[in-house]
């Protein structure tokens, strides 16, 4: 049985990924919370630490949020590398980078209530 890994109140998760969703950077609490190595993230897809009880829909509108320049905001059931899981609240945004002012997403976690937990697992099991 996998078990929920509950993210310390400090914990802030920060992801970079390219327009494909191809992960360019992670921090140091993003590889600890989901067991990975900053090596073995880099240039993976970060579907890599997707739970498959997330819903597609869920990540669907996340896609067609950011690309219209929005701000995304959501809860999300992500999977460790040893398969246990753990939950975030998410923001994701788009931003300009580097000198050839390519287009990247940020993702920027923090752990949410368990309150906040039950009301997304309740709401994501209707997604199906």
Not at 1 to 20: A, G, K
Not at 43 to 59: E, G, N, W
Not at 96 to 110: A, D, Q, V
Request: charged residues 25%; negative net charge; aromatic residues 14%.
């Amino acid at each position: 049985m996998n078990q929920e890994y509950l993210l310390h109140e400090s914990d802030f998760l920060v992801s970079e990924t390219d327009e494909q969703g191809i992960i360019l950077f992670a921090n140091d609490d993003f590889c600890k919370v989901a067991g990975y190595s900053l090596d073995e993230l880099i240039a993976q897809p970060h579907s890599i630490v997707r739970h498959p009880d997330m819903p597609k829909t869920a990540f669907k509108d996340l896609w067609e949020t950011i690309k219209r320049g929005e701000t995304w905001s959501g809860y999300v059931k992500n999977r460790t590398k040893n398969g246990d899981f753990y939950w975030v609240f998410a923001m994701v945004y788009a931003i300009r980078s580097g000198n050839n002012n390519e287009l990247t997403y940020i993702s920027c976690r923090r752990r949410p209530s368990r309150e906040e937990i039950n009301n997304a697992s309740e709401l994501y099991q209707t997604m199906y």
